[in-house]
């Protein structure tokens, strides 16, 4: 079964840093886009940065300048660094890939890291 694994989440002070990973494992798949998610309690789950199959991204406005993503295609791979973290930073992280297989393109989602971010 193919899946996507996160890794990275914890608890640290406002001002600090963390990055996070996911693996896309199982299968013999192709990855196209790649994104980051979070969650906050309470308000719908939102887009944190993309990254396309060409290395294009997009952010959040709220975490452009503090946060940068990337992939590592070779491993199946993409990263989040979180620099000046915030307070309101504080969420679960999903992490989402578009793998093709079988002549199509179908879309996972990891299980969520936490990341918590103390005042």
């Known amino acids: 079964q193919v899946q996507l694994v996160e890794s990275g989440g914890g608890l640290v002070h406002s001002g600090g840093s963390l990055r996070l990973s996911c693996v896309a494992s199982?299968?013999?798949?192709?990855?196209?886009?790649m994104g980051w998610y979070r969650q906050i309690p309470g308000k719908q789950r939102e887009l944190v940065a993309l990254?396309?199959?060409?290395?294009?991204?997009v952010y959040e406005d709220s975490v452009k300048g503090r946060f940068a993503i990337s992939r590592d295609n070779a491993k199946n791979m993409m990263y989040l660094q979180m620099n000046s973290l915030k307070p309101e930073d504080t969420a679960v992280y999903y992490c989402?890939?578009?793998?093709?297989?079988?002549?199509?393109?179908?879309?996972?989602w990891g299980q969520g890291t936490q990341v918590a971010v103390s005042s």
């Open positions: 989402k890939a578009e793998l093709v297989w079988g002549g199509s393109l179908h879309d996972y």
């Open positions: 199982g299968g013999i798949f192709r990855v196209e886009n």
């Open positions: 990254i396309t199959s060409s290395g294009d991204t």
